[in-house]
Structure formats: C-alpha cells, structure tokens
C-alpha cells in the first residue's frame, strides 16, 4: 500500500530497525503471573509455531498463469508491458527504458517487477494432530514451494490447502513432524480489552522470538472493506510475524497476527489480529473447499448515521440506507429499492456495516432481508448471488466500456489483439483523407498482442493487405484467414502512418513484424 501523510496501515510483513520496548500497561497486566509461569507456557506451545519459508513464482510463472486466466474468461491480471485489453499510451522505447532501468538492480519501482523477488517468509502455527497450519494469505501469495522450519531447525514441505484474499488466511498441509504437538484455539469473544497476551513468531529473519502485551480494542475495521472484526493489541509484531498467533496467557489461541498501523513502517503500540471464533470459520471452508463463496446482494449503501433514521420515520438510527439498487442484481430483483433501510438478514438485526457486510457473504440460497420502508417494515425473500461472478462480470463491463465495445453502431471490433474501426467521418478529418476513403483505423490493442507484436500501432489506417482492400475488421479476418488455409506464409500489409503510406511484410502464423528479425 503506498504512504499517505498520516499513518499507514501496512500488513504485518512491512519492516523497520527499530527495537521496541514491552510497554509499561502490558507488564502491570502480566504482574500477576511469574516470568516462570508465562516460560512455562511458551514451552508448552512454542514447538508448534514455526517459520515458513516462500519460493515465489517466477515472473514467467505469473504471466503465463494469468494468461491462462484470461484464455479460460476468468478475472486475471498481468503486468503492465504484458496486459491485454489497454490503450496503447506509451510507445515501445518508453517501455524499452524502463526495463532497462529495472535491470540495472536499481530498486524496482512498479509492483510487478517486485514479484520477482523469490523469495519471503513468515509465521504460521499447527492447528490438527495431521499437520494443518494456519498463516497470512499475504505470505503465502505468489509461492510456488512452501518449507515449514520448526524451531528446533527440522524442515518439512508443505502444501497449500486453500487461501482467502479478503481475510488475510491461508491453510497449509505438511506430514505432522514427531513431537509437535498443536495449539488450541482460545475464546476471542471472552477477552477484555486490557487483558495480558503474547505473540510467538520470527520477525526480521531472528529465531522464534516472544513479545508481551494487551488487548487495546475489540471489533476494530481496518477499511471499508474488510471482512474481519479485528482485535487490536500494543503486542510488538514485525516482519516476519505475520501470521503467528496471539496467545492468551494460558497459551490458547485468540488471533491471528495479520497487520500492523504505523507512520515508520515497524511497530508502534498498533498491531490487529483476526479473532479466533471468525478465523476458525474461515479456515474450515478453506479446508474443505480451498476457497471461500461468497454471497452478493448487489446494493450500494452506508449505515444510517444519527439524525438520518429520524428523517426516516424510525424510532432508531439503525441498519444500512441502499443508494442504489441496480436492475440486474439480487437485491432489485427481491424487491428490494434504492431508500429502502436493511434492518435484517435472516432474523438477525444488522448492527454495523462490517456485520451486515458478514451477513450478505454468509447468505446462501434463500435469504430473508428485513427492509424499513414508507413508515414500516417489510420482508423480501432474496436468492444472493455469488459475488465472485458478480465482481468479475463488473470487471468485463467495465473493460467492455473502456475499450469502447459498449457502443456497436460504429463497426468496431477486435481480431488479433488489434480494435479494428472502419473508416468514418471522424476518421478521414483526423487523418486528412478524402471523404470516403476505406479503410480500418487501429483504435486500440493489447499490448504484447498479436497485433502489437506485428508492428501495428493506434492510429495506422490499413487500406490492403496483398490485393485485397480492406474496409471492415471482417475483411482483415478474412484476408488472414484465407493465408492460413492456404499455408501462405507471409502477407503484405498496405497502411498509412503519420500521413505517408507504408508497408509490412508479416508473417501469417505468429503475426511478427519481420523487419524486427
């Protein structure tokens, strides 16, 4: 995440030289018990704490998975010298410069070039009698091997079981090593704000190290979307700690260490756990699925904040105001309307928008949804849908509008990498040719596609590829179609660019540029 002016939230891999003391309120809280007592406990649970060490991907790796992604129409992402479906907004010398920059071993200034680096590690702990461990998705994000270092330096391979973006959790799988024996979970909702706990992990590369200190709030949100209710504590984590437990004082398992917020990029008195009741949750589905479904209503909405419920009619300022209610989701279609107020889902009162936001995930087939409207209540039966096709088909929209697919009355369309607009009105002023001249104008393309790899560039208007004229995008799929049934290997491409007329010799079956070889 990049700084802003004020405090950070950083997860808890971000890193700091700083040495920070145990703070004065967690060593009156742990006075009670005697430093042999709290060494006593850490004997008992430290063997199942351990370091895991990160293979990355490689760069290669990424790319050619997040192709396959978007060969298979699911949601992908790839670099930026390797994205598809985007502007052409920088030539290829500017492209050429920057790569060269980041080979020089200078620190890398975008995030996909940092996905080089192969390597990271974190901390997890044993949660099953057959080897499940528990860590951060953001550890394990990007690995391709998993070793498991137990603090008496024995190592083990792992697997990933399943991983969880929007809760920071990962599971992962060894053969349980002799004499370990797991951690239990402890009750995340008894504990008190003040109450003593302690966190085991390896920060900064050092050995298991043990840090002090207290619960300093409950049912924190870290953004606005977020999908855990986070315990605060001043327990020292670090680099390297993510993923560790949080420990109550009689060695049960309370959190997840998983973030921390800080101006210096260490800790500064304000790490977050995820609670153990709502890790435990997630973590089962992992283990049975490796991944988590997700409910969608579909609305968009904020909490009805004090003064608003009055303007509405209720007793009570409570429950989420929907701002808009789209036509093609769920909540419209359950007769759920934009200034409607969510009171409930399934009988049970919504209390904050994180809780609502729980709710909807957890909604499954048929859902009861409690509106206040026009002076009373009403009940709406809702089939949720599932908010991973639901993001990802906004995502196409929005990819469909940016590449200008949403209006069709123009002709457009994309062959080969290249978005293909028959000449018009705007096209013959813009490039100072006769009314009526046909052609294709080079609208958009993908980087690193077929068409950029051959040469083209937005903004060529291609008249004739061989003796053939072209004037729509069926032509030129046409044109090389007929090339490869008859094993042509080359076609001549006639084109205008910056007002001068040019050709290109391409080769039909990988589209390459050959004057580039």
Do not use: C
């Not at 040495?19 to 042999?36: F, G, I, T, W």
């Not at 137990?150 to 349980?176: C, H, N, Y």
């Not at 499954?364 to 949720?384: A, H, L, N, Q, Y």
């Amino acid at each position: 995440m990049k700084r802003t002016l004020t405090a950070t939230l950083f997860a808890a891999m971000l890193a700091t030289s700083s040495l920070v003391p145990v703070h004065a309120m967690a060593e009156q809280a742990s006075m009670a018990l005697s430093d042999k007592n709290l060494a006593e406990v850490y004997d008992a649970v430290s063997l199942g704490v351990v370091r895991i060490n990160v293979i990355k991907k490689s760069y290669a790796e990424i790319v050619a998975e997040e192709r396959e992604k978007k060969e298979n129409g699911e949601d992908f992402y790839l670099p930026p010298n390797e994205r598809g479906d985007q502007d052409e907004d920088e030539d290829r010398n500017d492209r050429d410069e920057k790569n060269k920059e980041s080979e020089k071993g200078e620190e890398p200034k975008y995030d996909w070039q940092k996905k080089k680096r192969n390597a990271s590690t974190g901390t997890g702990f044993f949660i099953t009698d057959d080897g499940l461990i528990v860590t951060n998705e953001h550890v394990v994000r990007d690995g391709a091997r998993f070793v498991v270092v137990l603090k008496d330096g024995r190592r083990v391979r792992a697997d990933l079981v399943g991983k969880d973006f929007l809760t920071a959790l990962a599971v992962l799988r060894v053969e349980m090593p002799e004499n370990v024996k797991p951690l239990s979970w402890g009750n995340s909702h008894a504990i008190r704000i003040g109450d003593p706990v302690f966190a085991l992990g390896y920060p900064y590369g050092f050995d298991q190290s043990l840090t002090t200190g207290v619960i300093s709030g409950k049912q924190r949100q870290l953004s606005k979307g977020e999908y855990n209710p986070y315990l605060q504590t001043d327990t020292a984590v670090n680099k390297g700690n993510s993923g560790g437990p949080l420990l109550s004082m009689d060695g049960k398992v309370v959190g997840v260490n998983s973030a921390l917020y800080t101006r210096s990029g260490g800790n500064e008195g304000l790490a977050f756990s995820i609670p153990a009741e709502h890790a435990q949750g997630i973590i089962d589905l992992l283990v049975k699925d490796g991944e988590i479904k997700r409910g969608w209503f579909g609305i968009a909405y904020s909490e009805v904040k004090p003064g608003i419920g009055k303007l509405l009619g209720m007793d009570h300022d409570e429950g989420m105001l929907i701002h808009r209610a789209p036509d093609d989701e769920p909540a419209y279609q359950a007769g759920i309307r934009a200034g409607d107020v969510i009171v409930a889902v399934n009988g049970e009162t919504v209390t904050s928008r994180l809780h609502f936001r729980m709710q909807a995930a957890e909604a499954k087939g048929e859902t009861t949804v409690t509106v206040w409207r026009d002076g009373g209540f009403k009940s709406f039966t809702m089939i949720p849908g599932d908010m991973d096709e639901a993001k990802s088909r906004r995502r196409q929209a929005e990819r469909d509008k940016i590449l200008g697919k949403t209006p069709k009355d123009d002709g457009r369309k994309k062959v080969m990498g290249l978005e293909l607009v028959p000449a018009n009105e705007k096209a013959w002023e813009k490039l100072d040719l006769p009314v009526g001249t046909k052609g294709l104008v080079v609208d958009r393309m993908e980087k690193m596609g077929q068409g950029d790899q051959a040469g083209f560039t937005k903004g060529d208007f291609i008249t004739r590829i061989n003796d053939t004229e072209i004037s729509t995008p069926e032509d030129f799929e046409a044109v090389i179609g007929q090339a490869l049934e008859s094993n042509a290997p080359y076609a001549l491409v006639y084109f205008k660019r910056d007002g001068q007329d040019r050709t290109k010799i391409i080769d039909t079956l990988s589209m390459v540029d050959l004057e580039d070889y």
